[in-house]
């Protein structure tokens, strides 16, 4: 494909290159559709197998209608879907009933990315995305279903790049893997199993209770100390959870290396079953953020994301997994291209009142918890009485997330980048571009006022577009907004 389209493209000029099709075997793609809801289903039908009816014939339908659907809907992309390189722009012809013909400058391709998933691989197939930077969807689009020796080809013509010559920032290194244990997933991922076969009891209209294990199993829970019941279900759980946040992170990570290539464009691959090679321009680049969730943080670890222009909702911005934290502080530090990391500057504090504000609402939030379930325990007669000193329980944990939350918070100003640091359960410090901001938000609630406070949030196009100083005295947020973009708020405090 490559080869032709490039020839085409010579030879013949803007309108003579060759149009392409999808590779045939993206019609099995569909498979993976299904793998999903059979799962379950398969495996409740096995255990339920005595207790079939009419519901399970039902379910089994509406999957096989499903496949259908989407396998026609596969056809239809196969033979509607077109699409050409050619000297100057790279085109898309798609569509049977809603034609539509995308066309971008070659010039104006930023970013070719490539996605290969497990199905993907066994079919020698991969996913390409081609971005301009725009964070306009329409500025670019994806194909689905080319093979992967054309979707590299095709990544190193558009890009005039080859992956050979390039410097290795970073790479995966076996003992980051323990950090996966200290994913804040983990208790969700270990009821997910519980949640899902249970869902497909209720799909099949099988009662829980006629399940001839899981009846014994409910005679053993009644019958055993309450105590032990919980710790039993709570080591379950968090095995399956743990198993499973360090079987996602081989897979996300597994491969990892963040390079730079010798046009500036850093560039991540990682994944074991699911492969993946994003890039992202250095010019589009306009900071990064050093991540550190509260359990990743009790370990010293964090993870590092790039704040840039031109990115999707559902495009990855990470440049870094799971990591010790010096090693998350060196990798920002090279990327933005500094001596030391903007994100291990010592931050300009809050004023006391900020403090005051976290402390009230951890006060608050117990009291109110423990007078709802005192009402509760006085309305309904099966409320445990004692309910209540659960609430007041939580009440030193707030004092102590309040603290830290105080703790947290910081601004301030390294060379040519703002620096703004908050939050407890997942505390982010973004070192951000001055010359990216593009305006000002100043925003201040009843409790601010009375506190004289403010939340200043710096507008850019990059990222999230706003990045907020919290809690900041109105003095110090308006002089700090003048000193880091000077004559851009001015105008408007006269």
């Known amino acids: 494909m490559g080869d032709r389209v490039q020839a085409g493209a010579h030879e013949h000029g803007e309108t003579g290159a060759e149009w392409m099709r999808l590779d045939r075997r993206m019609l099995w793609l569909n498979l993976g559709w299904l793998a999903g809801p059979l799962t379950p289903i398969a495996i409740t039908a096995l255990v339920a197998r005595d207790r079939l009816n009419l519901a399970t014939v039902i379910t089994f339908g509406s999957v096989l209608v499903t496949f259908a659907v989407i396998t026609t809907i596969g056809l239809l992309k196969y033979a509607t879907t077109r699409y050409r390189v050619t000297g100057e722009r790279v085109e898309l012809h798609s569509g049977l009933i809603f034609r539509r013909h995308r066309s971008i400058p070659r010039d104006r391709v930023r970013s070719v990315d490539l996605t290969a998933s497990p199905i993907h691989r066994v079919l020698g197939l991969a996913k390409i995305k081609i971005g301009t930077g725009q964070n306009d969807a329409e500025k670019g689009f994806a194909l689905d279903g ?36 200290l994913s804040s997933w983990s208790l969700l991922i270990g009821f997910t199993p519980f949640g899902m076969f249970f869902r497909a009891l209720d799909m099949f209209g099988i009662e829980p209770s006629e399940v001839g294990f899981l009846g014994d199993l409910w005679t053993v829970i009644t019958g055993t100390n309450p105590v032990v019941v919980v710790v039993v279900a709570l080591g379950v759980v968090l095995a399956i959870g743990l198993s499973g946040t360090l079987a996602l992170y081989v897979e996300c990570w597994w491969n990892f290396r963040l390079t730079r290539e010798p046009d500036g464009t850093f560039l991540v691959r990682r994944g074991l079953l699911t492969t993946r090679s994003l890039s992202l321009e250095e010019r589009r680049l306009r900071g990064v953020e050093v991540a550190e969730p509260l359990p990743l943080r009790w370990g010293r670890g964090a993870r590092v994301n790039a704040v840039a222009t ?34 291990l500057d010592t931050l300009r504090t809050h004023p006391r009142s900020a403090l005051r504000r976290r402390i009230t609402r951890a006060i608050w939030s117990p009291l109110v918890l423990a007078a709802l379930f005192a009402g509760l325990a006085a309305w309904l007669s099966w409320v445990p009485g004692l309910l209540w000193l659960v609430g007041l329980a939580l009440l030193p944990v707030g004092l102590l997330m309040a603290r830290d939350a105080y703790r947290n918070l910081g601004h301030g100003l390294h060379g040519r980048y703002l620096v703004t640091r908050c939050g407890t359960a997942r505390r982010r410090t973004v070192a951000l571009d001055r010359t990216a901001i593009i305006g000002w938000t100043v925003s201040r609630s009843p409790f ?13 196009a990059a990222g999230k577009g706003a990045y907020k100083i919290r809690d900041v005295s ?21």
Do not use: C, M, N
């Open 448 to 460: 601010q006022r009375r506190s004289d406070l403010l939340t200043l949030a710096a507008t850019t």
């Open 146 to 181: 080319i093979s992967g020796a054309d979707a590299l080809l095709l990544k190193q013509g558009l890009l005039d790049r080859t992956d050979s010559a390039d410097s290795a920032i970073a790479e995966l290194r076996p003992a980051w893997i323990r950090y996966a244990l």
């Open 474 to 494: 109105v003095t110090q947020g308006l002089a700090f907004a003048e000193e880091t973009v000077p004559g851009l708020l001015a105008p408007f405090l006269h």
């Open 310 to 343: 031109g990115l999707g909702e559902d495009d990855s911005t990470a440049l870094l997994p799971p990591a010790p934290r010096a090693e998350a502080h060196r990798i920002a530090a090279v990327v933005l291209a500094e001596d030391v990391s903007p994100t």
